[in-house]
């Protein structure tokens, strides 16, 4: 169906829900350049001044960073976990599989601030102190379904005819999996990591048990911003927020080559 | 030159008398070199405070390393029971609200006051029975936008001419509580001290209020922001520490008391029972009791102190009742928290039940 074949009621209705979701997003971005020293909706006057207060409070910096790290790492104990669970959840039919699905896919399901205090409670029986790593399994633990979910779908997307032909071939298992498998399951192995990078990075209620003033993410931060501040810093860091989410997209899509809208569809 | 404001201020002078004091501090706090303890804050402008100025010169004058974690009352004493076992938190701080229940769970200990210099200052009512102090003392009531005339009653918000102009403090907030109290003292007739026994027989009065309600808010400062932009006339209720920066600072915004009273919000401090390095978390309360700590924290904070003993500016004093005997004068009333936590989760039912109908 190309462009010209679409309705203009079917345009319309496509520009109002892009505008409705869209919005939300906006108001925090106009705020950001309001010339007054409170949080105003509609801006008034224009000013750059709380973009530079925030990009130079060593705050921010830090809790930016810090949550920068901790989703690097929670993605990638993600992946190390999910990937060979996923395969071998496709692949292979054992006793228990609905079980071990159900318990991967339960961090979903649970709600967030009952895992946090779950773990939190856990990590204190077990007299484990260090605050980053119990940050990054208490990630890892809702990222991973977001792995799992995604990985799966591709594995089961994957042609075994032609894993089969290849070997038939006399291609060695390695070369299988890195020259026919890899190439149809990397696109969910990225959706995945991406996902989970986001749920990581945005996470707040598991945070929220586990972290400590000298480990604190940027969700906590702007909470605790939102508390104490009332000039528009807040609706600069969001801004700042939205845009690194958006040099994300284009980054996946210009150096991996793969559309975020075909991944989430 | 940047003129200085009255938080840097108040930073700048915490420090510099730490300073000319640091040797002797030093050498008088050697058993406490390298010892290390946790303490859960509050966030906001206190949480703030407390980790940039006092946390850094405790460190420096003890040599030890205080870690701070930001939350809130009901999340900071469900950290205590999720910890109760092997005990991460020295030191918490809570609303006075929370300390019943702590004590009767066994998550906090009875403080050591005789190794509490401080204390001796502090206001006989803000001892808790021994298992807490205060920290800093604000007002609840309402807030409203500078723009209307506050009514001199809370029973004159039922009047239809406050019709979706109401900002109503959300059940999970505490000071839900003290709009319940407000609704049966005027339903009865009574003081608070008597209608908060009567709240059970209150929640006709309450749903006679929902035409008035534009929304319910759980988030004080955003909603006092709001409030300021005139998205709504008046807040009911919220504590003088969330409204007044926004105030001093020149927002639209401020609070009014009406005749019936006002309420007490009590922000406290609590040693966790068997949490690490007892002695240096009890150093570290009778640090947060010490006159120019107290002071800087108030003024910083807009809150009034729980010791006496304190001279203010009459710039700072416009925004705290201060001291006891001008709470008493104020009618300050703090709640009955065993009997209003005994029944606070089937209020809060009764409230969600009106609210979201």
């Excluded at chain 1, 130079?56 to 669970?85: D, H, K, M």
Aim: glycine share 8%.
């Amino acid at each position: 169906m190309n462009a010209s074949s679409v309705s203009l009621p079917i345009r319309l209705l496509v520009v109002l829900l892009l505008v409705v979701i869209m919005a939300p997003l906006a108001v925090p971005m106009l705020m950001a350049v309001s010339d007054s020293p409170f949080l105003t909706f509609p801006p008034q006057g224009f000013t750059l001044r709380w973009f530079e207060r925030v990009l130079l409070s060593r705050e921010a910096q830090a809790s930016f960073l810090f949550s920068l790290q901790l989703a690097c790492w929670s993605t990638i104990v993600a992946l190390l976990l999910g990937v060979p669970a996923a395969a071998a959840l496709v692949r292979y039919s054992f006793p228990g599989r609905s079980a071990i699905i159900g318990l991967m896919l339960s961090p979903v399901i649970v709600p967030l601030i009952v895992t946090g205090v779950a773990l939190l409670q856990m990590f204190s029986s077990l007299g484990w102190g260090d605050t980053l790593t119990q940050l990054i399994i208490g990630h890892a633990v809702v990222c991973l379904p977001y792995v799992v979910r995604s990985v799966t779908a591709s594995f089961m997307l994957v042609n075994r005819d032609l894993e089969d032909a290849a070997a038939v071939m006399g291609a060695p298992p390695y070369k299988v999996l890195t020259r026919v498998v890899w190439p149809q399951v990397r696109p969910g192995i990225l959706a995945g990591a991406v996902f989970s990078f986001v749920v990581s990075f945005d996470d707040y209620p598991i945070s929220m048990w586990l972290a400590d003033g000298r480990h604190f993410p940027l969700p906590l931060y702007l909470h605790g911003l939102l508390e104490r501040s009332i000039d528009p810093s807040i609706a600069a860091i969001s801004t700042l927020v939205i845009l690194f989410a958006l040099l994300l997209v284009i980054v996946i899509e210009k150096v991996f080559g793969i559309s975020i809208a075909r991944l989430a569809t | 030159m940047t003129p200085m404001n009255r938080r840097t201020f108040g930073k700048l002078a915490l420090g510099a008398t730490s300073f000319l004091a640091a040797p002797a501090i030093l050498t008088r706090n050697a058993w406490a070199q390298g010892k290390e303890i946790q303490v859960g804050i509050w966030g906001g402008a206190q949480g703030e405070y407390v980790r940039t100025a006092i946390v850094p010169q405790f460190e420096a004058d003890f040599g030890c390393t205080v870690i701070t974690e930001e939350g809130f009352t009901l999340a900071n004493v469900e950290k205590m029971r999720a910890t109760r076992t092997n005990p991460q938190f020295s030191v918490m701080f809570i609303d006075d609200v929370a300390i019943p229940i702590a004590r009767d769970e066994g998550l906090i200990a009875e403080l050591p006051l005789d190794k509490m210099p401080a204390a001796e200052m502090l206001f006989d009512r803000f001892n808790f029975g021994g298992y807490g102090t205060g920290l800093a003392i604000s007002v609840a009531s309402l807030f409203h936008n500078t723009g209307i005339t506050p009514p001199d009653s809370y029973g004159d918000l039922w009047d239809p001419k406050w019709a979706g102009k109401i900002k109503l403090v959300s059940p999970k907030n505490t000071p839900s509580v003290f709009f319940l109290i407000v609704a049966a003292a005027l339903k009865t007739g009574k003081p608070f001290a008597e209608a908060q026994y009567e709240i059970g027989n209150a929640f006709d009065k309450v749903a006679e209020l929902k035409p008035n309600v534009l929304n319910i808010f759980d988030n004080g400062p955003v909603a006092v922001g709001e409030v300021a932009q005139g998205q709504a006339d008046i807040g009911l209720l919220e504590l003088s520490k969330y409204v007044y920066p926004y105030t001093a600072q020149g927002a639209p915004v401020t609070m009014s008391f009406p005749k019936e009273g006002s309420f007490a919000g009590n922000n406290s401090q609590v040693l966790v029972k068997d949490g690490p390095n007892q002695d240096l978390a009890v150093a570290f309360m009778n640090r947060m009791l010490e006159s120019d700590v107290q002071k800087a924290f108030s003024e910083f904070a807009l809150t009034a102190p729980p010791v006496g003993g304190i001279e203010f500016s009459e710039e700072a004093s416009k925004y705290m009742v201060y001291p006891d005997t001008a709470m008493d004068s104020a009618g300050l009333f703090t709640p009955d928290w065993e009997f209003v936590n005994a029944n606070r989760s089937a209020w809060t039912e009764e409230l969600n039940g009106i609210f979201s109908a």
